[in-house]
C-alpha cells in the first residue's frame, strides 16, 4: 500500500524550532519561524485573548457543533476589520483552520471548477505556497518579485508577467507584510496590478496573514481593498495567527467574492471544507469573536497589536543605524526580511554564532531584541566579510 510513497525532507522552516531548542549555547538566538516576541525575547498571550477566554470559560453554553462555516459571528465581526467599515457585503465567508487551510481550500476551490489552473505567484515566496497548490492541483507560474541583492521589488517585471496572464488564472498576491522579504507593494503600484488583472480577468488570491504588523489594521488592507474595489472575483486567505498571537489555534478565513456565482460557490466551498477538516476548530475564532463584540477588548487588542507593530519597527530601524548594508530593512514591513547571504553563510551564523534563520536567509525581526541587535550585526558582518 505505501510503496509508491517518496521520501519526504521535514519542513526546514520547523525544523529550526528543535535545532533551536536543542542547542545548548547560551547566547543563542531565534530568527526563524515567524513568530513575535516581546523584547524580552517571549510570546505572551495577548491579555485582550486572556481577557476573551475568561469570558468564554464562563459563559460559553456548549461545546456542539457549529456548522461547517465556523463561527459565524467571528467572520461578521472579521469582515470590516478586513475589508473596511460598510465593506464586505455579499462576499462568501468560511472559517478556516488558519491561513494555510484558506490557501488550500481557495486551490481546492478553483481546481474544482477549472482542473490543473494556473496560478501565478512571485518569487521568492513562503515556501509552503507551492506545495500548497500544486497539492491541490494547481499549476504553479512563477515570476519574479523581488531582488535580493539590490533589495528592491522588480515591479517592472511583476507587470510583464501578469499582462500576460489569462482569463480564470489565478494570481497569488501578499496583502501585507511579504513573506519573506519584507518588500511590499506601493498603493500606486497595487492600484496597476489590480486594473490589469481586471483587464485581463484574472483572479487575485490575496494571502493576508500579518495585518496590523506593517503600519496598521486599515494600511496593511489598503492593497486588498484596492482589489476588491477592482475585481469581481477575488479570493482571500486571512490569518488570525500573528495578530492576535493564536498561532497553534489554527484560526483563520477564506473570503471569496464571486458576483452572480455566489450561491455555486458556497455550496461548493461548503463541501470541500466538509470533506477536508469538516468544522474549523472553534476555540480561537470564538475568542477573536469574543474580543470584537466587547469595546473594551477590542481597544485592549488594538493597543497590544500597536506595541508589536512599533516595536517590530523599532528593530528595523535599530538594524538599519547599526549598519548600511541594512539600511533598505528600515522601510521594509512586517516580521521579515530577507538577507543576500548565501547557504553557506546562514549555516555559518548558525555554526559560529548561534544565530538561526531561514536557509533562504530570511529573519524574523522579532526574533531580536534590544540587547541582542548589536550581537547579531557583528556577526552578521564577521558572515559578510569571511
Ligand atoms: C513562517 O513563515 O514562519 C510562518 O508563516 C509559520 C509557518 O507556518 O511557516
Given at each position: 500500500?505505501?510503496?509508491?510513497?517518496?521520501?519526504?525532507?521535514?519542513?526546514?522552516?520547523?525544523?529550526?524550532?528543535?535545532?533551536?531548542?536543542?542547542?545548548?549555547?547560551?547566547?543563542?538566538?531565534?530568527?526563524?519561524?515567524?513568530?513575535?516576541?516581546?523584547?524580552?525575547?517571549?510570546?505572551?498571550?495577548?491579555?485582550?485573548?486572556?481577557?476573551?477566554e475568561?469570558?468564554?470559560?464562563?459563559?460559553?453554553?456548549?461545546?456542539?457543533?457549529?456548522g461547517?462555516?465556523?463561527?459565524?459571528?467571528?467572520?461578521?465581526?472579521?469582515?470590516?476589520?478586513?475589508?473596511?467599515?460598510g465593506?464586505?457585503?455579499?462576499?462568501?465567508?468560511?472559517?478556516?483552520?488558519?491561513?494555510?487551510g484558506?490557501?488550500r481550500?481557495?486551490?481546492?476551490l478553483?481546481?474544482?471548477?477549472?482542473?490543473?489552473?494556473?496560478?501565478?505567484?512571485?518569487?521568492?515566496?513562503?515556501?509552503?505556497?507551492?506545495?500548497?497548490?500544486?497539492?491541490?492541483?494547481?499549476?504553479?507560474?512563477?515570476?519574479?518579485?523581488?531582488?535580493?541583492?539590490?533589495?528592491?521589488?522588480?515591479?517592472?517585471?511583476?507587470?510583464?508577467?501578469?499582462?500576460?496572464?489569462?482569463?480564470?488564472?489565478?494570481?497569488?498576491?501578499?496583502?501585507?507584510?511579504?513573506?519573506?522579504?519584507?518588500?511590499?507593494?506601493?498603493?500606486?503600484?497595487?492600484r496597476?496590478?489590480?486594473?490589469?488583472?481586471?483587464?485581463?480577468?484574472?483572479?487575485?488570491?490575496?494571502?493576508?496573514?500579518?495585518?496590523?504588523?506593517?503600519?496598521?489594521?486599515?494600511?496593511?488592507?489598503?492593497?486588498?481593498?484596492?482589489?476588491?474595489?477592482?475585481?469581481?472575483?477575488?479570493?482571500?486567505?486571512?490569518?488570525?495567527?500573528?495578530?492576535?498571537?493564536l498561532?497553534?489555534?489554527?484560526?483563520?478565513?477564506?473570503?471569496?467574492?464571486?458576483?452572480?456565482?455566489?450561491?455555486?460557490?458556497?455550496?461548493?466551498i461548503?463541501?470541500?471544507?466538509?470533506?477536508?477538516?469538516?468544522?474549523?476548530?472553534?476555540?480561537?475564532?470564538?475568542?477573536?469573536?469574543?474580543?470584537?463584540?466587547?469595546?473594551?477588548?477590542?481597544?485592549?487588542?488594538?493597543?497590544?497589536?500597536?506595541t508589536?507593530?512599533?516595536?517590530?519597527?523599532?528593530?528595523?530601524?535599530?538594524?538599519?543605524?547599526?549598519?548600511?548594508?541594512?539600511?533598505?530593512?528600515?522601510?521594509?514591513?512586517?516580521?521579515?526580511?530577507?538577507?543576500?547571504?548565501?547557504?553557506?553563510?546562514?549555516?555559518?551564523?548558525?555554526?559560529?554564532?548561534?544565530?538561526?534563520?531561514?536557509?533562504?536567509?530570511?529573519?524574523?525581526?522579532?526574533?531580536?531584541?534590544?540587547?541582542?541587535?548589536?550581537?547579531?550585526?557583528?556577526?552578521?558582518?564577521?558572515?559578510?566579510?569571511?
Open positions: 500500500l505505501f510503496a509508491g510513497l517518496k521520501p519526504q525532507a521535514p519542513d526546514p522552516l520547523l525544523s529550526l524550532i528543535a535545532l533551536y531548542k536543542n542547542d545548548p549555547r547560551p547566547q543563542k538566538i531565534d530568527l526563524g519561524v515567524g513568530v513575535y516576541r516581546n523584547d524580552a525575547g517571549d510570546t505572551p498571550v495577548f491579555a485582550a485573548i486572556k481577557g476573551a475568561r469570558v468564554l470559560l464562563e459563559t460559553q453554553p456548549t461545546k456542539a457543533y457549529l461547517p462555516e465556523g463561527d459565524l459571528g467571528f467572520l461578521e465581526l472579521m469582515t470590516p476589520v478586513v475589508f473596511g467599515e465593506k464586505g457585503d455579499g462576499l462568501i465567508a468560511l472559517q478556516t483552520p488558519g491561513g494555510t484558506a490557501l481550500l481557495a486551490a481546492e478553483v481546481n474544482a471548477s477549472t482542473p490543473g489552473a494556473r496560478i501565478w505567484m512571485g518569487t521568492p515566496s513562503w515556501p509552503i505556497h507551492a506545495p500548497i497548490f500544486r497539492t491541490a492541483g494547481l499549476a504553479v507560474e512563477t515570476f519574479g518579485y523581488f531582488d535580493v541583492a539590490t533589495q528592491r521589488v522588480c515591479f517592472d517585471e511583476m507587470m510583464a508577467a501578469l499582462s500576460a496572464v489569462g482569463a480564470d488564472d489565478v494570481v497569488l498576491l501578499h496583502g501585507a507584510c511579504h513573506n519573506p522579504t519584507g518588500a511590499d507593494l506601493s498603493i500606486q503600484q497595487w496597476e496590478v489590480a486594473a490589469l488583472l481586471a483587464a485581463r480577468g484574472a483572479v487575485p488570491l490575496v494571502d493576508l496573514a500579518y495585518q496590523g504588523l506593517g503600519d496598521g489594521l486599515d494600511a496593511d488592507a489598503a492593497g486588498l481593498r484596492t482589489v476588491m474595489d477592482a475585481c469581481d472575483r477575488v479570493l482571500v486567505a486571512y490569518s488570525c495567527d500573528k495578530n492576535f498571537g498561532y497553534r489555534e489554527r484560526t483563520g478565513a477564506l473570503f471569496v467574492r464571486a458576483r452572480g456565482e455566489e450561491e455555486i460557490v458556497r455550496s461548493n461548503l463541501q470541500l471544507a466538509r470533506c477536508a477538516w469538516s468544522m474549523p476548530p472553534d476555540h480561537g475564532a470564538a475568542a477573536v469573536r469574543v474580543i470584537l463584540e466587547d469595546a473594551a477588548l477590542s481597544a485592549q487588542w488594538r493597543t497590544e497589536l500597536d508589536m507593530r512599533e516595536r517590530i519597527n523599532q528593530v528595523r530601524h535599530a538594524l538599519a543605524d547599526a549598519d548600511p548594508r541594512l539600511e533598505p530593512l528600515r522601510d521594509q514591513r512586517g516580521l521579515f526580511s530577507l538577507l543576500p547571504l548565501a547557504p553557506s553563510q546562514v549555516e555559518a551564523m548558525r555554526r559560529d554564532h548561534a544565530i538561526y534563520m531561514a536557509g533562504s536567509g530570511r529573519i524574523n525581526l522579532a526574533g531580536l531584541t534590544t540587547a541582542t541587535v548589536e550581537p547579531f550585526v557583528q556577526a552578521l558582518a564577521a558572515c559578510l566579510q569571511g
